[in-house]
């Protein structure tokens, strides 16, 4: 869910789909409908604005289910941090995030972030 961000994350969430990085192989996939997701990639500071759909989104989820924090701005708020439009609430009351830092993430960076959270491990090829 992108949350008032720059859209710099979310280019790079659609590149993990391509055939450079096919996340579809460890079978994760985007879904439309947070009713059939596992989990929320959040993107963006999270702006007031935002923060209400944040919360239903998260709510239609069926349990168990994770937050991943994507981007800088997710994590700490980024340059937009102090801004008074920015309400980060919905972190402090939800199930814990797991963050995958920099501005925006490689696509490599958002595979092993999810991987890692699922639990899925991938051997070395030989």
């Not at 280019?11 to 789909?17: F, I, P, S, T």
């Not at 981007?71 to 814990?96: D, K, M, T, W, Y």
Request: glycine share 12%; charged share 15%; hydrophobic share 45%.
């Amino acid at each position: 869910m992108s949350a008032g961000g720059c859209n710099g994350c979310e280019a790079e969430l659609n590149a993990v789909g391509n055939v450079n990085f096919d996340l579809g192989r460890y079978g994760i996939e985007f879904v439309a409908s947070p009713r059939h997701a596992d989990g929320l990639v959040l993107s963006g500071p999270i702006t007031h604005n935002m923060a209400e759909p944040l919360q239903l989104c998260f709510d239609a989820q069926p349990r168990p289910r994770f937050v991943l924090a994507l981007g800088a701005c997710a994590i700490s708020g980024g340059l937009f941090a102090q801004a008074p439009q920015v309400e980060r609430l919905f972190l402090e009351h939800n199930v814990p995030v797991s963050y995958v830092p920099v501005c925006p993430p490689h696509p490599l960076t958002l595979v092993v972030g999810l991987m890692d959270v699922l639990g899925i491990g991938v051997e070395p090829r030989t």
